[in-house]
Structures are given as structure tokens and as C-alpha cells.
């Protein structure tokens, strides 16, 4: 089971930037599609963006387009979110997911059911 875990999370004021990255412990992230969620509190959990395992595509939701930026470094084993240009409505819990099986996908998703690992969050939190 692929362990992840988040980091980068924390207060900074609208309009302003954020980075947040996600590593494995052990298990290489190499393989697999890469998400990265969020959850308000009061709302569900929703997408943000997601990347391929070779890192060549991505794909993100409407609302943080252009403004956010989802890569991978597979010597690091490390997957990161850029967010820049921060709204209120981008404060959140932020999870990193992985889409282990099957490995080597070619189909980034956006549901939660197709990422079977999860980290435990991240808070992000934007002052007006």
C-alpha cells in the first residue's frame, strides 16, 4: 500500500501563492496517475488536478485552471500543486492521491473511486 503524505499547506492571503507537495515513504509514485483533491469544510471532496504517470499530461477542474500547476519528479518521487492567484473559495483540506491499479494508466481521473491511496491532508487556508 502506498503511504502519502502532504506538506505545504497553511495561511497566506488572497491573490497571493502556495505550494504544496506530496511524497511517498517507501513505494516509488512513478507508475501511477497522481491527484490532487479538496474538501471544504461543509462540501464534499472535489478534484483539483491530475497528472499521468510519465508526467507528460495533465488535467485540471474549471475553477483552479490557469491558476494552478500540478507536476511530478520522479527522482524525487514527489508530486507538487503551484497554486497561485489564491481565492477564498480555494481554502480547503488538500489531499494527494495515487491511482495505483492499474499502473502505467493513460486515463487521468477526477472521481475519488478511481484513486485507491490517500494522504491525510493538508489545510490551506485564505485570508481575505
Known amino acids: 500500500q502506498v503511504q502519502l503524505v502532504e506538506s505545504g499547506g497553511g495561511l497566506v492571503q488572497a491573490g497571493g501563492s502556495l505550494r504544496l507537495s506530496c511524497a511517498a515513504s517507501e513505494r516509488t509514485l512513478s507508475e501511477y496517475v497522481m491527484g490532487w483533491f479538496r474538501q471544504a469544510p461543509g462540501k464534499e471532496r472535489e478534484f483539483v488536478a491530475g497528472i499521468s504517470w510519465s508526467g507528460g499530461t495533465t488535467y485540471y477542474a474549471d475553477s483552479v485552471k490557469g491558476r494552478f500547476t500540478i507536476s511530478r519528479d520522479h527522482t524525487k518521487n514527489t508530486v507538487a500543486l503551484q497554486m497561485t492567484r489564491l481565492k477564498l473559495e480555494d481554502a480547503a483540506v488538500y489531499y494527494c492521491?495515487?491511482?495505483?491499479?492499474?499502473?502505467?494508466?493513460?486515463?487521468?481521473?477526477?472521481?475519488?473511486?478511481?484513486?485507491?491511496?490517500w494522504g491525510q491532508g493538508t489545510q490551506v487556508i485564505v485570508s481575505s
Open positions: 492521491a495515487a491511482k495505483t491499479s492499474p499502473p502505467y494508466s493513460v486515463q487521468i481521473g477526477s472521481r475519488e473511486y478511481e484513486y485507491n491511496a
